[in-house]
């Protein structure tokens, strides 16, 4: 068996993919790298398959017909092979320093009793001109090196939201809870870091910048004008976390966790009003609406805890002055991260 599974999702992604891939390597034969054909129509397929026959001990190549990111990562959980499983974007690397001291982590919780559920490492933003411009960190949350329960966890920072550059789930959890992922929607990586938390009873924190998330792509899914040409995806996505647990389910896990939890989907929503009102449309409005009648109708008592928290009582405002504000606080949010 092996100690960890990367799986790397990839559509169309020959120009950028080797270094993904590359990133990985140094891991040695205790890791398994699923690359995902999704349906490319480039040169990805070949180049998965000379990494396949080159590394045959190390990378495997699934070749399926295009069903999105979810789908990708679907198809990595079934097929890996390795006690930990954890999502590599092709477009993104890891930190190949980090990764060492990551396996040999890993490796101190392999045996049955000292296995882990959640692993959580820092990351930092890359940007086309320069690597690391800003890390974020988890050190407030968990002690390192050091696998805790929710209950001993710190309380959350509205900014340290878990992305899914952060998570590395035990493979078996997220096949025992029948985790699948919705194909051609976009967004769904914040299904894969909501839906198993609840599962979760032990987490480890790695304090490294094991991940680096690249942004400043005209045509990533991440970049402004493609967000609002997919908003009925946002809206979905927020729609399908809120709608996975009631109020009453949420409130059956320890406090720090229904905490984060809450504050998880009332940044997502945040996140989802602002983009809707970025188009200053109508249409826009209706969206926003839907999400918080479809909320409301699911459970009552989750949408007014929903409505209590800051950021969910930020999202919830539908007048212009809560409108503007709330587009202006993400507009302050990604210039930070860029000038950083």
């Not at 407030?140 to 929710?150: Q, Y």
């Not at 606080?329 to 950083?340: D, P, Q």
Request: some cysteine; proline content about 5%.
């Amino acid at each position: 068996m092996k100690l960890l599974t990367v799986t790397i999702p990839c559509y169309n992604s020959a120009a950028y993919m080797r270094r993904a891939v590359d990133s990985v390597l140094p891991g040695g034969d205790e890791i398994e790298i699923l690359i995902i054909d999704d349906g490319s129509t480039d040169d990805t397929g070949a180049i998965a398959d000379e990494y396949a026959r080159r590394y045959p001990h190390i990378v495997r190549v699934i070749h399926q017909e295009n069903g999105g990111h979810g789908e990708g990562i679907n198809q990595g959980i079934r097929h890996a092979r390795g006690l930990y499983f954890k999502t590599l974007d092709s477009d993104d690397r890891l930190d190949e320093r980090c990764l060492p001291d990551f396996m040999d982590l890993l490796r101190e919780h392999a045996d049955e009793k000292t296995r882990v559920d959640l692993v959580v490492n820092d990351y930092v933003y890359d940007r086309p001109e320069k690597q690391a411009v800003y890390r974020i960190r988890y050190g407030r949350m968990f002690p390192p090196g050091k696998p805790v329960s929710w209950q001993d966890a710190g309380r959350f920072l509205m900014g340290n939201q878990f992305m899914i550059h952060a998570v590395c789930y035990r493979t078996q959890l997220l096949r025992d809870m029948n985790l699948e992922l919705p194909r051609h929607v976009f967004y769904e990586d914040n299904l894969y870091i909501y839906r198993p938390l609840p599962y979760t009873k032990t987490v480890l924190y790695a304090p490294y910048p094991l991940y680096g998330y690249f942004v400043g792509r005209a045509d990533q899914s991440t970049s402004p004008d493609v967000i609002l040409k997919r908003l009925s995806n946002v809206e979905r996505i927020a729609e399908e976390m809120c709608c996975s647990y009631r109020w009453e389910e949420l409130c059956r896990q320890p406090r720090n966790l229904r905490d984060y939890m809450l504050s998880n989907i009332c940044g997502y929503l945040c996140t989802a009003s602002a983009q809707e009102f970025m188009t200053r449309t109508e249409e826009g409005r209706k969206l926003h609406r839907k999400m918080f009648d479809t909320i409301r109708a699911f459970d009552p008592e989750l949408d007014r805890h929903i409505r209590r928290h800051p950021l969910g009582w930020a999202a919830s405002r539908e007048g212009p002055l809560g409108r503007s504000l709330i587009v202006l606080c993400y507009h302050l949010v990604r210039s930070f991260i860029h000038v950083n």
